[in-house]
């Protein structure tokens, strides 16, 4: 491989397992320090993830995009922003990178080294409404943004995910990767492993949906795509519209 290509994928490892460790520690520790009230909880872990996305995409978007995300990798890729032969590589790196952010995690707040199997349910219709709508619309809002303003894309993402956290009954995971590494951790931001297909499914058919209502709102949607992933061979000052 290329190093450049290298560049990316421990990019997007990197990345991935950052941002876990932010939804999984930010959510032991405000489980910890809430006293019983999962409001304040759950507001702690969504103030915590909306922070640390714009933080993460801004400082590794002009590397590999910073999508953290085998939804958006796919979605850029189908419209000609990610060559398909990389897909692969970025979502294994990208579930890897899941995993090593969750045992992180538990290792920073001396929860049990190994995996566990979460029983947080997450189950039923709703949820499954809430992740296809969730995923709906974390790509429509990088459809959109990154046509005219791509350097507004990391603070809108992290934007709507504060907000997808609390008008979902899901939280809004929308991500895969996260997804299934959160399934692997029994804290407050954990789902049941038999929950994840479920999620996982409704999660890339929101993601597809957007994508197709935008291919039709924009129709140069794949001139958008580029915007999506900073390629390697671009210059310096392409690498600057991302921040």
């Known amino acids: 491989m290329h190093t450049d290509v290298y560049r990316k994928l421990t990019a997007e490892l990197i990345g991935s397992s950052l941002l876990l460790a932010t939804v999984v520690g ?3 520790m405000g489980e910890r320090l809430a006293g019983g009230n999962v409001a304040i909880a759950l507001l702690a872990n ?4 909306g922070a640390g996305l714009v933080a993460l995409i801004l400082t590794f978007g002009p590397i590999s995009g910073a999508h953290f995300n085998p939804v958006v990798t796919l979605a850029d890729a189908s419209q000609g922003g990610l060559s398909w032969s990389l897909v692969p590589a970025y979502v294994l790196a990208q579930v890897f990178g899941a995993f090593l952010g969750v045992a992180v995690a538990h290792a920073m707040f001396e929860e049990p080294a190994l ?7 997450r189950a039923g219709m709703s949820q499954l409404l809430s992740e296809f709508v969730a995923t709906f619309g974390l790509m429509a809002v990088i459809w959109g943004c990154a046509r005219r303003r791509p350097g507004v894309v990391p603070f809108a993402v992290g934007g709507y995910i504060t907000a997808a956290y609390w008008f979902t009954s899901s939280t809004s995971f929308a991500n895969p990767a996260v997804t299934l590494a959160r399934a692997a951790s029994d804290t407050f931001a954990g789902i049941r492993p038999v929950d994840a297909p479920g999620f996982i499914v ?5 993601g597809a949906a957007a994508t197709l209502l935008f291919r039709w709102l924009v129709p140069a949607l794949p001139a958008v795509a580029d915007r999506v992933i900073d390629r390697g061979a671009h210059d310096s000052n392409n690498a600057e519209e991302f921040t």
Not at 115 to 121: I, M
Not at 202 to 206: D, F, I, K, S, V
Request: aromatic share 10%.
């Open 202 to 206: 409704a999660q890339l058919l929101g």
């Open 115 to 121: 995996f566990f199997a979460s029983q947080h349910v």
């Open 26 to 28: 930010s959510g032991i």
């Open 46 to 49: 969504t103030l915590a993830t």
